[in-house]
């Protein structure tokens, strides 16, 4: 069962603008993750926030945490062609892991 | 630093066939969990390990068999391989049962089953 759904599925957007990618879910956390993929590897730890968090940095990654909607962004600034990948959301309840479908993000030249 | 190490990295196996894939982690972790990875898809767990010597059952277990002799092993193994357990394969590890910590995963094993 997936608890996580980003939003959009897809984005496709010139270098150097800024990404943002949703996720939303449906049941109280105890925090949320997001990791990218690139194509044909394994996934990478990006940045954690709690469920008493707001608001997290990690370099040119910026996460939004809003526990009354359910739901979470990842901002990318200043993208480089080196961002193309997915991005999954994963909530942690307990002693799992539930991850979204993830957003496949293009960085065009 | 390996970090974890999945073994072997593609496979193509015939209907009925048995495989073990390996999973090694060199951090200390205690957790380790084996995903399938399917298009279009997140990750589905199978089976996971609070710990050396123990095994549980995830989300889609059917069809597989886990064991965790040695703390800084995983197998999971296919004991009769089915076109539907094509897909890629991911091993990951943590250290905190309430995933406090983010997972460390593997490269991935592509698994076709013919």
């Known amino acids: 069962s997936q608890q996580g759904e980003e939003d959009p599925q897809a984005l496709s957007i010139q270098e150097g603008e800024n990404a943002t990618m949703n996720c939303s879910y449906k049941t109280s956390i105890n925090n949320l993750q997001w990791y990218r993929q690139n194509s044909g590897r394994g996934l990478v730890h990006l940045i954690l926030?709690?469920?008493n968090e707001r608001e997290k940095h990690s370099g040119r990654l910026r996460v939004t945490l809003d526990t009354s909607k359910k739901s979470s962004s990842l901002l990318i600034t200043a993208s480089r062609a080196a961002d193309t990948a997915s991005y999954f959301c994963?909530?942690?309840?307990?002693?799992?892991?539930?991850w979204g479908a993830g957003t496949k993000l293009i960085i065009k030249p | 630093n390996a970090g974890v190490t999945q073994t072997p990295k593609f496979r193509v196996l015939k209907t009925g066939q048995s495989m073990t894939l390996l999973c090694a982690q060199d951090?200390?972790?205690?957790?380790m969990y084996w995903y399938r990875q399917d298009p279009g898809m997140g990750l589905r767990l199978i089976h996971y390990?609070?710990?050396?010597?123990?095994?549980a059952k995830g989300e889609v277990p059917d069809g597989y068999n886990v064991s965790r002799l040695k703390k800084q092993n995983f197998l999971l193994g296919l004991e009769s391989a089915a076109p539907s357990q094509t897909s890629v394969y991911f091993c990951?590890?943590?250290?905190?049962?309430?995933?406090?910590?983010?997972?460390?995963f593997g490269s991935g094993t592509r698994l076709t089953v013919v």
């Open positions: 990951a590890s943590s250290y905190s049962t309430y995933t406090n910590y983010g997972y460390t």
């Open positions: 951090m200390n972790h205690e957790y």
């Open positions: 994963a909530t942690a309840t307990g002693y799992q892991l539930i």
């Open positions: 926030i709690r469920s």
């Open positions: 390990s609070v710990g050396e010597g123990t095994t």
